[in-house]
Every structure is written in structure tokens, then in C-alpha cells.
């Protein structure tokens, strides 16, 4: 056999033989044969299954006949424990009927101790085709990992494009919801049936927003400089009143940590999220202690290693199955009772961290708690600090006999806003289309002060509409309204159009205050 056949390291044998002669004679001839090995006996079954435990071999060498048991049960026993372990059948009386049924077995060779000129080879070629096996079996596995991460994308993807579809038209139910309660807030009699409206709406409203950000249809925000120890301290009190007088909150935040590149709001709801999560699995009784720390570790690619500041969150509550563990990050699963929770608040950490490049870890056993480790990476050139916001410019007439051309193409929405602006003193025509909308701008019969559009409208958008109306009809002002969140380039573009945005649910309140603009100081 070549040299660069020759496995590269001495092999690692087992011998299973209950001859001190037959031992022997095996030993001396692999020095012999010049052979590199560490060798290793064993003759019975309880010593072969303490050598399988503590593992470390590279070849079983077996004898047929052991005394109290055979080598047929040993090869058995091999390939209970490890399937690619070589296994070769060496006797001085085994016979073909035998030969062939441990083939079939697993065995990879046989040979008769009389003739072991073929022993080496045989040895050398079995250690090297079992390492291919076993990469190329690890290469599968890293391929199945990869297909199943595939898979879990696609699907949070597919989601997302479902939950972005149910936003919008989940926003506009809200808005009527919303308006309605506005309109008969004034009625004494009605007061408490109003407020419980706001709640379920502020609920659902909460709902959406959790996710849009598991479905990554958000604005994304710039990074902003965040400091998880400043972070964990500031929340604590927080922690402490959320959970209750039976659980007991420590931290432990490694000194310096670095500062990472992340949005802080974001970073607080992931914090809260696994908190709530942690008490909810203690049934209110032990302890969370929430970590900081540094560590350098491979990207979620496992292609390049990067500095990463790790926030820790551990409880003592009941722990989770495997089952379990491999479904917390889908979209409405939950382990909580009905009406406990929304199965939104781990698919919301997902989405957050992963829109970031950061990296979530999960351990954990059943009845032994649950450890979550977050890394956000440390990476300078990502940080950049935004700039200062301008203040609003603001509007020269207040709310009261303004004039509002309302081009929304959900009928109930629109007629129930324009109702209830109209009833706040507004003159306001609803338009359910951008053709309506431009025929009555063309009509000069209703000249507007104020165009609040629908972002998405028929065959065309609010954006579209209120560069027209600017250009064409001398609509200075206009109020882009949307149940969807903005992505970079819609926002962009609003900005660049020196126009404004409500997200839906909306009330008649903001549209008013926006009207309005602190009116009393620029009306002068």
C-alpha cells in the first residue's frame, strides 16, 4: 500500500480475544508488519461494554469463540453503539455458514488466524473508508441543519407575507373600532364600555406590531449606541414589579462590556419577552438571574468568528421537551393556557434578532429551567449615530372648519373617519378612489387644505396621489395613513415629498393635534 494511504495517525484497536497466545501472536505480527497501532484487549462482554462506553477506537478485532459468549453477539453489541465502527471477524475455526451471517451482521471482513497476510491492508482500508463514511455522513447532517434553517426561513417568510396581508386590513377593523368609541366617549352613561373598546384595541393594535417584527416588514431603524449592562439595570425595577414578590431577580454584568449596534427599543422587548417567558415557566416561585458577557464565536453562518456581547436570561421553571424546543420560535405556538398569551413573543425575538445578525442559543431540560443567550455582535463600523431630528414644521390654521379631502378605498374605515372628523369641526369629503379623488381636485368645486391619503389605493398610492395634488391642484399639505409599517424605501420617499405619516389604528385625536400643530404659537 502507498504512504499517502496509510491512515495518518496510529490506529486504535480493540481486541476481542480470550488466548494470551493467540494476543500475542497478533501483537508481533502488526510490529511486523511495521504498522503504527495502540491496542487494547478485552474477553468478556461486560469488558467490551465498558470499552464501547469509554469509546476512543478505531477497529474491533474478534475472535468467534470467547468462552461465555461469540463474536457473532459481539459484533452485535458494536453496532448497537456505533454503526461505522470496523468490525473484523478473525478465528481459527469460524466456517462459511458463520462467515456469511456476520457479514450480514455488519462485519466488514473475516479472516482465518492462519493466514493473516491480508490483515493489514484489510485494517488500513477498513479505518480509512470508515472515516469517509463518518464525514461524509457529517457533511449530510450539516446539510440537513442548513436545508432545515432553509426551510424555518422560507416559512417565517411566508408568514411574514401573511401577517403583512392581515395587518392591513386587521388595522382598518381597529380604526372603525377606534373611531366609534371616540365618537361616543362623551356620553357619561357609556364610559366604561368605552374604555374596555380602547383596551381591545390598544391589545390588537400591540398584536400587529409583534408581527410586523417577526415578519421583518417594519422600518428599520438606524443602530443606535447600546449598552446592555446601562440596559439590564434600568429595566430591573421593571422585572421586579412584573414578576411578583416569589421570584427573586439577580444579575451578574461582566464589567466594560462593550456597546453593540442595535436598536434599544428592540433590545428592551427582546429582554422583556424572555423575562415574562421565565416567569410564566416558574409559575411565579424561583429565580431568573439575567447575564452579561463577552465571547468570540462563529456567525450564524458558521463561516467567520466575530466579538459578540451576550445577554443571558435563566430561570428554574419546569424546562422544555425537545419537542418543544424545536418549535418556541414558531409564529402562535404557545405552552400557555387559553387567553395567556398570543404564541407572538418568541417570533418577535427571532425576527429581531435575526434582522440584526444576532444569535440566539437555547438550553434546556425538562424540570431543570431554561437558559437563553442572545449575541449581538460588536462591530463598530455598523454604529452610527442618527441625526438630530428637525422639528416639525408646523401648520399655519387649526383643525376647526379645515378642509380635508380623505381618499381612502376601505368604505367603513373612510366613512367612519370622515364622520368623526366632521364631527371635531372639519369639512372633510371622503373619496374612495385616487381617480375620485383627482376628478373633484379637477372640478374646483371642494379645494382642500389638507390631503390625507391611504398609502395603498387602487391601480396607485397615496404617495402618487399627493405629488399631484401638489403639482397639479396646489395641495401643500398632505397626511399619508397606512395599517402596513414603512419599509426604507416608502420612508424615503416621504420624506423626500415633504410629506407626513399616522400608522392605522389612528384616532381622530392625532389627526387633530397634527392639524393643529401647536396652532397658538404659529397662528400669530
Do not use: W
Not at 501483537?27 to 469509554?54: D, P
Not at 446539510?143 to 386590513?169: F, Y
Not at 414578576?243 to 449596534?261: A, F, R, T, Y
Not at 418543544?324 to 407572538?344: A, W
Request: charged letters at 25%; one cysteine or more; a negative charge.
Amino acid at each position: 500500500m502507498s504512504q499517502e494511504n496509510k491512515p495518518s495517525a496510529p490506529i486504535r484497536i480493540l481486541h476481542l480475544e480470550d488466548s494470551d497466545i493467540d494476543s500475542e501472536l497478533l501483537v508481533r505480527h502488526l510490529k511486523k508488519s511495521g504498522l503504527e497501532f495502540t491496542y487494547e484487549r478485552k474477553e468478556t462482554r461486560e469488558g467490551l461494554s465498558l470499552a464501547l462506553e469509554s469509546g476512543g477506537h478505531d477497529l474491533v478485532i474478534s475472535d468467534y469463540s470467547l468462552g461465555m459468549f461469540n463474536g457473532i453477539e459481539a459484533l452485535i453489541m458494536v453496532r448497537a453503539k456505533d454503526i461505522e465502527l470496523p468490525f473484523i471477524m478473525l478465528s481459527g475455526n469460524i466456517g462459511e455458514e458463520l462467515a456469511a451471517k456476520a457479514m450480514k451482521l455488519g462485519a466488514n471482513d473475516y479472516l482465518m488466524k492462519g493466514n493473516l497476510s491480508r490483515l493489514v491492508p484489510a485494517m488500513e482500508r477498513e479505518v480509512r473508508e470508515a472515516q469517509v463514511r463518518r464525514e461524509k455522513k457529517a457533511i449530510e447532517h450539516e446539510l440537513r441543519d442548513r436545508e432545515q434553517e432553509l426551510n424555518q426561513s422560507q416559512k417565517m417568510e411566508a408568514l411574514g407575507r401573511l401577517a403583512g396581508g392581515i395587518a392591513h386590513d386587521f388595522n382598518n377593523l381597529l380604526a372603525v373600532i377606534s373611531l366609534n368609541a371616540d365618537s361616543i366617549a362623551s356620553s357619561k352613561e357609556h364610559t366604561t364600555k368605552v374604555e374596555e373598546i380602547r383596551q381591545a384595541v390598544d391589545r390588537g393594535a400591540s398584536m400587529v406590531r409583534q408581527l410586523m417584527t417577526f415578519s421583518k416588514r417594519g422600518i428599520l431603524p438606524e443602530d443606535e449606541f447600546v449598552s446592555l449592562n446601562e440596559l439590564v439595570s434600568q429595566m430591573l425595577p421593571m422585572f421586579k414589579r412584573l414578576i411578583g414578590k416569589n421570584v427573586k431577580v439577580s444579575i451578574e454584568l461582566q464589567d466594560s462590556l462593550p456597546m453593540v449596534g442595535f436598536v434599544q427599543s428592540q433590545v428592551e422587548q427582546v429582554l422583556l419577552n424572555l423575562v415574562v417567558n421565565a416567569r410564566d415557566a416558574m409559575e411565579g416561585n424561583g429565580t431568573i438571574c439575567i447575564r452579561t458577557f463577552q465571547e468570540r464565536s462563529l456567525d450564524k453562518n458558521q463561516e467567520i468568528e466575530r466579538a459578540y456581547c451576550v445577554l443571558e436570561v435563566e430561570d428554574s421553571g419546569c424546562g422544555m421537551s425537545e419537542e418543544v424546543k424545536g418549535r418556541i420560535f414558531e409564529p402562535f405556538f404557545s405552552t400557555k393556557g387559553t387567553g395567556k398569551g398570543t404564541g407572538l413573543g418568541l417570533s418577535t425575538v427571532y425576527g429581531i434578532m435575526t434582522r440584526s445578525e444576532g444569535i440566539i442559543r437555547v438550553d434546556s431540560e425538562v424540570g431543570r429551567g431554561t437558559r437563553f443567550q442572545l449575541l449581538f455582535p460588536i462591530v463598530e463600523d455598523r454604529l452610527r449615530i442618527p441625526e438630530p431630528e428637525l422639528p416639525q414644521e408646523q401648520f399655519i390654521f387649526r383643525s376647526v372648519g379645515t378642509k380635508i379631502l380623505l381618499v381612502e378605498d376601505d368604505g367603513v374605515f373612510g366613512s367612519a373617519l370622515a364622520r368623526s372628523l366632521n364631527q371635531a369641526g372639519c369639512i372633510t369629503v371622503h373619496a374612495i378612489s385616487p381617480e375620485t379623488a383627482l376628478l373633484i381636485l379637477a372640478e374646483k368645486k371642494f379645494q382642500p387644505d389638507l390631503l390625507v391619503a391611504d398609502l395603498t389605493l387602487p391601480g396607485s398610492s397615496g404617495l402618487r396621489l399627493a405629488e399631484t395634488a401638489a403639482k397639479e391642484y396646489g395641495v401643500s399639505r398632505a397626511l399619508i395613513i397606512s395599517a402596513n409599517s414603512l419599509d426604507t424605501a416608502v420612508s424615503k420617499a416621504i420624506k423626500n415629498l415633504d410629506v407626513h405619516f399616522l400608522g392605522k389604528p389612528l384616532t381622530v385625536q392625532a389627526i387633530l393635534l397634527f392639524i393643529d400643530g401647536a396652532a397658538s404659537e404659529s397662528v400669530a
